[in-house]
């Protein structure tokens, strides 16, 4: 594969009409960061992450960050979100966000014009707010259909 350090966007064709973009690399850990265009569920998509050696994306890092960000300002069509690997426990109602990894360091701003529901939303998406010119961290409902962003292995 080559350098993909210095694209912002490649566009790869996948499973016919489905599109999927490499949106950019993690420079921590080089694993790309892949887009998929087509809506799943918060599962099936993680699903189709791992059937590809990778994992639905953690945002913990500014490289990642970053990149995902210049890839959602320009993709006014998502502004329903994101699918990215943050979740929490159906148990309880005070539980902590947490990386699929397992990493509790969430350094992301929720977006506070929809409060978390803690008895219904447990996966996480990440929205792109016009206004503020930035990404915010959104409680979802992990059966409702979104694109997603995995990140993993090159």
């Given at each position: 594969m080559s350098d993909l350090s210095a694209a912002s966007e490649v566009v790869v064709q996948c499973n016919g009409s489905n599109e999927l973009q490499v949106i950019g690399v993690d420079h921590e850990t080089d694993n790309p960061l892949r887009f998929h265009n087509e809506s799943k569920s918060w599962i099936k998509a993680l699903q189709h992450c791992h059937n590809f050696n990778s994992t639905l994306a953690q945002i913990n890092n500014l490289t990642v960050e970053v990149e995902v960000m210049s890839f959602l300002e320009e993709?006014?069509?998502?502004?329903?979100?994101?699918?990215?690997?943050?979740?929490?426990?159906?148990?309880?109602?005070?539980?902590?966000?947490?990386?699929?990894?397992?990493?509790?360091?969430?350094y992301l701003k929720w977006n506070s014009s929809f409060p978390v529901d803690p008895l219904n939303n447990h996966c996480g998406k990440i929205i792109w707010l016009e206004e503020s010119q930035n990404i915010q961290l959104l409680d979802g409902n992990c059966h409702e259909k979104l694109p997603f962003i995995c990140q993993g292995v090159k």
């Open positions: 993709k006014t069509e998502y502004q329903n979100g994101v699918w990215i690997g943050l979740e929490r426990s159906i148990f309880g109602t005070d539980i902590e966000w947490k990386w699929i990894s397992g990493i509790s360091d969430v």
